[in-house]
């Protein structure tokens, strides 16, 4: 918190406004959730974020008071002062408008704003919060309602990765990445930064800069080192047709077998999934053509399937289905970058490393600028490698790496 | 707390609309005042106050989340959600006013209101802290503003006693007290009840039960005896001289030599005082004749002392004194009954009471229904115990003891 504070004096006193964006002190806020889990093994959502969102609340008022000591003038800020509104999604709000005024007005006394991250207010004064990671969001959302030149992200890491260096020892920091690259690279950003929070710095044009919070000390001086830069397409961006190889274990896989094969089906099913507030990924649907039975199979997070199981297996019933199976021992491997647009053939690439070694492909779904395919688990850490260096991305700026022979 | 939640609960079916007003749990206020402490030596009252709320945060959901546990409906509350209004002084703010419609909008919705107590907010949405013991004070205002029946607090000890049990083995439990005696009673109140608490009870006529929350297992049924009731004065009290005893050590008294005696001297120095926020209690002036100079004596917290004491010195080299004086070890001993009013000579008896066991008196201060005796501290057991039982307070509804031979 101290060298929070000083690297928000030092910037201020190069005579810029600063805001902080503080959340918790490390594992405050699981203290807090087992606290509540320990008076209900299912707590209200409502008074989840009652109790969660005091760990930011301390640490705005704990930065306030450390800039102080340094001679800053600071005050906290939190969100229903600032008026974060969000909609009423407890634990996962999404910030709907924020009021600039009252930091202008704390720019305006000389003071540094310290605003508690993760939290805000629904539209009647109940307190929300964003989710894991959600002080990224606050952060980016302020940087674009007061117009902010850069919204630094300091973390534990010292910026984006091509792909887990804990998985891929040749995986390279990445200078500068897009928008989209970035939020295609869900499973590493999420690490880095929260999705919603490159949502809206893509919407408002925000340049992020995700850097590491531990400087190094050069002479008596701390260094802090660049990190990555997130940005909007541009002439600034390498010309590189894969950016990144990213993974996630957290997916379930659901296989709904012999549904009636109807229009209503799908729209049926996929509309009370999402009812449930639940996040589908991949959606492959295999027409059984002989008795108009359809198999249905989609993929989840592994904690809504445990909550909603009993929901899928209801409505398959009533879909005609005659059997639900799952797999929740999978990973889904993608490969992200702008490049993919121009260059053919990126997916069948893909294909070709996988199979070169030995690694069955479950499903697949491709964007403009990501292919993402299903593997067993087991698979996780040689396909991540493979498809790494398969793509070339272990070699600075590399552009065009020869095919593999599949 | 789940105490606490069953407590409400069967109250809530028994028919009653129930608020209840929590505070934070055991030792949290001191934890969060010390991460504050350990971040700068004097942080920032604004801050603290930040800080200081989140304990009762917390404790309001985990409530709330109990009671819905148990299968009731409940909601937290908080400060600037009630719209709990103090005034801007931070540490120890006052209430000013209390919306009852988002309590009211909780009844009907057939909820318990779980209101974080010992916070408010300033006009300005600034969150404030009433002072220790301000939970207290939130649910006797609370009960105020709603026109509750009752007031019940629950508290570690089981009612207001004639003096400290732990100090005076013959003392007895209270069962019914005057506002005013309570006032008065400060010393004793201040353990069991917020003075300022007290003062709203009385201003609003609220009907407080001090009680223990540790109830008697009977059987397999948990009862909750009976406490103090703190009533307006009414036929339902006992007609007695002095109710109770009580003892303060958080006093120190400051001897200002020699100040010019001027007709402004003691508005400018209490003035002055005043303005540092200071609450000060006995106050004696001695005029020496002889030279227009007098003596000025007055008590004041010690805690106060040490930070203004450098402003007491500078004052009193304005106004001509020769020397200031400190002496922290003394106590404040008072007797307090609403009987004195028709009964002469209590103070008179006090005097002889301690006369008799040796103890100098070293100033005295008197109300209406109170006498106070500043003596040394290492007086105070014995000076308690005497006047204890020699007011007769260690039998039952004693009327008129028989004085005291000095």
Known sequence: MRRVAERALASAREGNQVVVVVSAMSGETNRLLALAHEMAAMPDARELDVIASTGEQVSSALVAIAIQQLGGAAESLLGHQVRIQTDGAYTKARIKAIDASRIEQAFAAGKIAVLAGFQGVDEHGNITTLGRGGSDTTAVAVAAAIGADVCEIYTDVDGVYTTDPNMCPSARKIGKISYDEMLELASLGAKVLQLRSVEIAKKYGVRVHVRTSFPKQIGNVDVYEEGTWVVGESSELEEIVVSGVAYDRGDARVLVVGATDAATTLPLLFQRIAEKNVSVDIIVKSPSVQDARSDITFTLPKTDLARIRGDIEAWAKELGASDVRYDADIAKISVVGLG????????????????????????????????????????????????????GLHVRGSVAPPAPTA
């Open 340 to 391: 993919m647009r121009s260059h053919a053939g990126v997916a069948a690439r893909m294909f070709g490393i996988l199979a070169k070694e030995g690694i069955a492909i479950d499903a697949v779904s491709t964007s403009e600028i990501k292919v993402s395919c299903i593997v067993a688990a087991k698979y996780t850490e040689l396909a991540v490698r493979a498809l790494h260096d398969g793509f």
